[in-house]
């Protein structure tokens, strides 16, 4: 026992790049990946790291007026992990419609459905007798050969479910539209730090899937207009050759293009005139694929450049009820927000060929749609949009477990939702919204769940701590680190996890590592403050002492975040002093700071100023003299 104890600290003392003072609690399955060379302790994936992956050939018909999907796929599943597979975990979300299904959140009847009607299911040709009657939203399928090492199977599925009346993330819109996501059975993730992902969805917490190859196609009754991820390959088959021309010229232009008006749509002007259409969608190397679909909806489309090395454009395209009037602006917005993310903030091109912004009530992100509600307050509309697209850097480029840790892509999407907000309407204007819509609850609600540490995971926390947890203490921590390190070497260092990453499965310790080797520093003490304690935000002036020459100020930071914040000195004669101190005070002492200040003049008054780091008792922030 002692050995192998041993061999652990030594693998973590050796490969570590900065021989940490504070370690991070490292979860004991977590430990045995790094001991396997699955993942590296100086952040990046390991020499051993592995991830599986589906070629995914998906035909879905949608009859609008029984609301059922139907479909049929071949999935051509790789084992590239080291283990021999015994069974496969299949996973459909959707059977979270089920009544017995176990849920996060109250619903109505009208969100009920039977679920998933799985119609036969082959593996390597061979059938299996498959009842899904009792299915939760993940399920084990025993199989009949075991899958090896190195080795793929091909499943063949055909299934059907009905959509449920009252939408969520998914489902009926409105009498002719549909949102139609999570719509086939799909392999669950196996990992090297996890093994089978069997963890059940509840509607509360997000997703985890693998990087996959995908075929979409959708076969709806004419008169239909289908939005989806990924490429359509054949628009002068589906659309009538006026409307097919002003799509393809819109992947061209900067203008907004009207592709299909309500005048259009309603005089059968915009699909071909077949009884059914398949529409026929590619997407690669991708997390997952959904579409929409509606008789009824405009349809605005446009492109920007988003790589202007090789001046690649993307298409951005929208589909609403022609009444919300915050989607005219839709497909500018989108071409606002994808030059912003490209160039400023992440400041990686945007990754995929396209973005289509749909009008539904979920404000929800899939990869190259997102599907917001619609209200009358246009900067608040914006937001959403914004903030939804923003997550196809977390978790759609960088392929994180959103179920378990759902701070890794809700916190970095809250974080650039603000960076753009600055540029959109200004500081002081997105410093009002981040308060008021992301820190202002959190911060004034003393129980317990809210100061749970972030590391916690998003299965075992709800409520209050789920959201704040997700959100507004994960993007402080962000926003405290750009601070600690300058804009510059955060950019580089959050660059550096990116490139690492991408494609890839990252967990909070290969950020925590990838941005101690990025930017040339350990940020132990930072990671452990932020994401592994009960912190809270509350710095107070202890003591405003003057001896001979100097004020001494003392600041307790009672709360313990390891915040930034401003020193306000006003003195007598009128004269005021800002003096800005990074996170980096609290490194080696995050109880007490004491600050010397020169006596030559007299100071009026003391004020500790977090700015969006809201303080809990902000009363004992100033000092008078
Ligand atoms: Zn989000």
């Given at each position: 026992?002692?050995?192998?104890?041993?061999?652990?600290?030594?693998?973590?003392?050796?490969?570590?790049?900065?021989?940490?003072?504070?370690?991070?609690?490292?979860?004991r399955?977590?430990?045995?990946?790094?001991?396997?060379?699955?993942?590296?302790?100086?952040?990046?994936?390991?020499?051993?790291?592995?991830?599986?992956?589906?070629?995914?050939?998906?035909?879905?018909t949608?009859t609008?007026?029984?609301?059922?999907?139907?479909?049929?796929?071949?999935i051509?599943?790789?084992?590239?992990?080291?283990?021999?597979?015994?069974?496969?975990?299949?996973?459909?979300?959707?059977?979270?419609?089920?009544?017995?299904?176990?849920?996060?959140?109250?619903?109505?009847?009208?969100?009920?459905?039977?679920g998933?009607?799985?119609?036969?299911?082959?593996?390597?040709?061979?059938?299996?007798?498959?009842?899904?009657?009792?299915?939760?939203?993940?399920?084990?399928?025993?199989?009949?050969?075991?899958?090896?090492?190195?080795?793929?199977?091909?499943?063949?599925?055909?299934?059907?479910?009905?959509?449920?009346?009252?939408?969520?993330r998914?489902?009926?819109?409105?009498?002719?539209?549909?949102?139609?996501?999570?719509?086939?059975?799909?392999?669950?993730?196996?990992?090297d730090?996890?093994?089978?992902?069997?963890?059940?969805?509840?509607?509360?917490?997000?997703?985890y899937?693998d990087?996959?190859?995908?075929?979409?196609?959708?076969?709806?009754?004419?008169?239909?207009?289908?939005?989806?991820?990924?490429?359509?390959?054949?628009?002068?088959?589906?659309?009538?050759?006026?409307?097919?021309?002003?799509?393809?010229?819109?992947?061209?232009?900067?203008?907004?293009?009207?592709i299909?008006?309500?005048?259009?749509?309603?005089?059968?002007?915009?699909?071909?005139?077949?009884?059914?259409?398949?529409?026929?969608?590619?997407?690669s190397?991708?997390?997952?694929?959904?579409?929409?679909?509606?008789?009824?909806?405009?349809?605005?489309?446009?492109?920007?450049?988003?790589?202007?090395?090789?001046?690649?454009?993307?298409?951005?395209?929208?589909?609403?009820?022609?009444?919300?009037?915050?989607?005219?602006s839709?497909?500018?917005?989108?071409?606002?927000?994808l030059?912003?993310?490209?160039?400023?903030?992440?400041?990686?091109?945007?990754?995929?060929?396209?973005?289509?912004?749909?009008?539904?009530?979920?404000?929800?992100?899939?990869?190259?749609?997102?599907?917001d509600?619609?209200?009358?307050?246009?900067?608040?509309a914006?937001?959403?949009?914004?903030?939804?697209i923003?997550?196809t850097?977390?978790?759609?480029?960088?392929?994180?477990?959103?179920?378990?840790?759902?701070?890794?892509?809700?916190g970095?999407?809250?974080?650039?939702?603000?960076?753009?907000?600055?540029?959109?309407?200004g500081?002081?204007?997105?410093?009002?919204?981040?308060?008021?819509?992301?820190?202002?609850?959190?911060?004034?609600?003393?129980?317990?769940?809210?100061?749970?540490?972030?590391?916690?995971?998003?299965?075992?926390?709800?409520?209050?701590?789920?959201?704040?947890?997700?959100?507004?203490?994960?993007?402080?921590?962000y926003?405290?680190?750009?601070?600690?390190?300058?804009?510059?070497?955060f950019?580089?260092?959050?660059?550096?996890y990116?490139?690492?990453?991408?494609?890839?499965?990252?967990?909070?310790?290969?950020?925590?590592?990838?941005?101690?080797?990025g930017?040339?520093?350990?940020?132990?003490?930072?990671?452990?403050?932020?994401?592994?304690?009960?912190?809270?935000?509350?710095?107070?002036?202890?003591?405003?002492?003057?001896e001979?020459?100097?004020?001494t100020?003392?600041?307790?930071?009672?709360?313990?975040?390891?915040?930034?914040?401003?020193?306000?000195?006003?003195?007598?004669?009128?004269?005021?002093?800002?003096?800005?101190?990074?996170?980096?005070?609290?490194?080696?002492?995050?109880?007490?700071?004491?600050?010397?200040?020169?006596?030559?003049?007299?100071?009026?008054?003391?004020?500790?100023?977090?700015?969006?780091f809201?303080?809990?008792?902000?009363?004992?922030?100033?000092w008078?003299?």
């Open positions: 026992m002692k050995k192998v104890l041993l061999s652990v600290s030594g693998v973590f003392f050796l490969g570590i790049t900065f021989l940490s003072a504070q370690q991070l609690y490292t979860p399955n977590i430990m045995k990946a790094y001991e396997n060379g699955t993942r590296s302790l100086d952040g990046s994936p390991g020499e051993k790291y592995w991830q599986n992956e589906g070629k995914y050939d998906i035909q879905e949608v609008p007026e029984t609301a059922t999907v139907s479909g049929v796929e071949k051509v599943y790789t084992n590239n992990s080291p283990d021999t597979l015994k069974v496969l975990a299949i996973r459909f979300v959707n059977n979270v419609h089920k009544p017995e299904a176990p849920r996060g959140n109250y619903t109505s009847d009208n969100f009920f459905t039977t998933l009607d799985i119609k036969s299911f082959s593996v390597n040709n061979e059938q299996y007798d498959i009842d899904s009657k009792n299915w939760g939203t993940v399920e084990a399928v025993r199989l009949k050969q075991p899958l090896l090492p190195n080795s793929s199977a091909e499943l063949n599925i055909s299934w059907s479910y009905r959509l449920s009346k009252q939408d969520g998914e489902g009926q819109i409105d009498s002719s539209t549909f949102y139609v996501a999570y719509s086939y059975p799909r392999v669950s993730v196996y990992d730090y996890n093994g089978w992902d069997f963890l059940p969805h509840t509607g509360r917490q997000e997703f899937n990087f996959n190859d995908y075929t979409l196609n959708v076969k709806v009754p004419e008169n239909y207009v289908v939005w989806a991820t990924g490429d359509l390959l054949n628009p002068d088959e589906v659309l009538q050759p006026a409307v097919a021309k002003r799509l393809k010229d819109s992947y061209q232009s900067d203008d907004v293009i009207h299909a008006d309500f005048k259009e749509m309603q005089d059968h002007k915009v699909t071909a005139q077949n009884e059914w259409n398949n529409w026929k969608f590619s997407a190397h991708i997390t997952d694929v959904c579409y929409a679909i509606s008789k009824n909806y405009v349809w605005d489309a446009s492109s920007v450049v988003v790589d202007s090395k090789n001046n690649r454009r993307t298409s951005v395209q929208a589909a609403y009820n022609e009444t919300a009037q915050d989607f005219h839709s497909v500018k917005w989108s071409q606002n927000a030059k912003y993310f490209s160039t400023k903030w992440p400041g990686v091109s945007y990754p995929f060929p396209k973005m289509t912004a749909f009008q539904g009530h979920a404000d929800m992100e899939y990869p190259m749609m997102v599907n509600g619609t209200t009358s307050n246009l900067k608040f914006q937001m959403v949009q914004d903030h939804e923003a997550h850097y977390f978790p759609f480029y960088m392929g994180t477990n959103e179920t378990r840790y759902a701070f890794m892509d809700e970095w999407a809250t974080t650039f939702e603000y960076l753009i907000g600055q540029e959109e309407n500081k002081a204007h997105a410093d009002s919204v981040y308060k008021m819509f992301r820190i202002n609850r959190y911060i004034h609600d003393p129980s317990a769940e809210e100061d749970q540490p972030i590391i916690s995971m998003s299965t075992q926390v709800s409520g209050a701590g789920y959201g704040n947890n997700s959100y507004g203490k994960a993007s402080l921590s926003l405290a680190l750009k601070d600690l390190l300058g804009d510059s070497l950019r580089k260092a959050l660059h550096h990116m490139d690492a990453w991408h494609g890839k499965h990252p967990i909070p310790w290969d950020y925590f590592y990838s941005m101690n080797t930017s040339g520093q350990d940020l132990n003490w930072f990671f452990h403050n932020w994401f592994f304690t009960n912190n809270y935000i509350d710095l107070k002036i202890d003591t405003v002492t003057k001979k020459d100097f004020y100020i003392s600041i307790k930071n009672v709360g313990g975040f390891a915040i930034p914040f401003d020193v306000k000195i006003e003195y007598v004669d009128g004269q005021k002093v800002i003096m800005h101190q990074t996170p980096a005070i609290w490194k080696n002492n995050q109880q007490q700071q004491f600050f010397k200040i020169s006596a030559k003049k007299i100071i009026k008054s003391v004020q500790l100023d977090g700015g969006i809201m303080d809990y008792t902000p009363a004992d922030n100033t008078k003299e």
